[in-house]
């Protein structure tokens, strides 16, 4: 029963590399979620998928992409990573809108 | 600007007595709130909710109380306990939003 799946746990980058961060849930959930944890500030949503094949943007999306690969795969990419970007990045999935979002374990990311 | 705010970044109380978690919110649109716990190393996950047409809601040892007049919700834990430790975040968002918006967390510890 693995839920939300995130990969990498950990990742140090340079200034300016590339980065694609991987989410997969198995529930058959429809929206899926990426955000950001820093110190003293929470969650913030950086870019959503309501459902396959579209995505929109959160409250934080500069420097971010993503895909909605499928209806269980939605990744973050980090195209020219700056040391701002440097955070704790959670997916989140869930099957319908005002309900609980199902979170992954994390990604630690540190940009150098 | 942070529409959700946990103005206590930590708590400390006995095991078996009360905890009480207090969340203010700016946005006068949400409508549904919810808690989520965090341990170390892990992702949030979903503790209890209220939406705004009720003014508080049990389940087991958790209840969650909302002031729509005062934007204000508290959650409250008795008896609590040791294994209650964790980081506890408020989240709000309006009806059928994807835009979820968390307070910083607040930290309790449950000292047996």
């Known amino acids: 029963n693995a839920g939300v799946t995130q990969t990498p746990k950990f990742q140090v980058l340079k200034t300016g590399q590339s980065m694609t961060l991987q989410c997969a849930q198995d529930?058959?959930?429809?929206?899926m979620y990426w955000y950001r944890q820093d110190p003293g500030m929470g969650l913030r949503l950086i870019y959503y998928?309501?459902?396959?094949?579209?995505?929109d943007k959160g409250e934080v999306p500069n420097g971010y992409n993503v895909s909605r690969l499928n209806k269980r795969e939605f990744s973050l990419r980090l195209e020219s990573a700056a040391p701002s970007q440097t955070s704790v990045y959670f997916c989140?999935?869930?099957?319908?809108?005002?309900?609980?979002?199902?979170f992954g374990d994390g990604t630690r990311l540190s940009i150098l | 600007d942070q529409q959700v705010k946990q103005n206590s970044p930590s708590l400390s109380v006995q095991e078996g007595r009360i905890s009480i978690l207090n969340c203010d919110y700016t946005?006068?649109?949400?409508?549904?709130f919810l808690w989520y716990k965090k341990y170390p190393a892990e992702g949030p996950t979903f503790l209890i909710s209220?939406?705004?047409?009720?003014d508080k809601n049990e389940d087991g040892r958790f209840t969650v109380f909302l002031n729509k007049s005062a934007k204000h919700l508290s959650l409250h834990i008795v008896p609590s306990q040791p294994g209650d430790s964790a980081v506890y975040f408020c989240?709000?968002?309006?009806?059928?939003?994807?835009?979820?918006?968390f307070g910083a967390g607040t930290r309790l510890t449950v000292k047996p």
């Open positions: 989240a709000a968002s309006a009806y059928n939003n994807n835009d979820m918006r």
């Open positions: 989140a999935s869930t099957f319908l809108l005002n309900q609980p979002q199902h």
């Open positions: 529930m058959n959930h429809n929206s």
């Open positions: 946005n006068s649109m949400f409508d549904y």
């Open positions: 209220i939406s705004s047409i009720k």
């Open positions: 998928s309501a459902s396959e094949g579209t995505t």
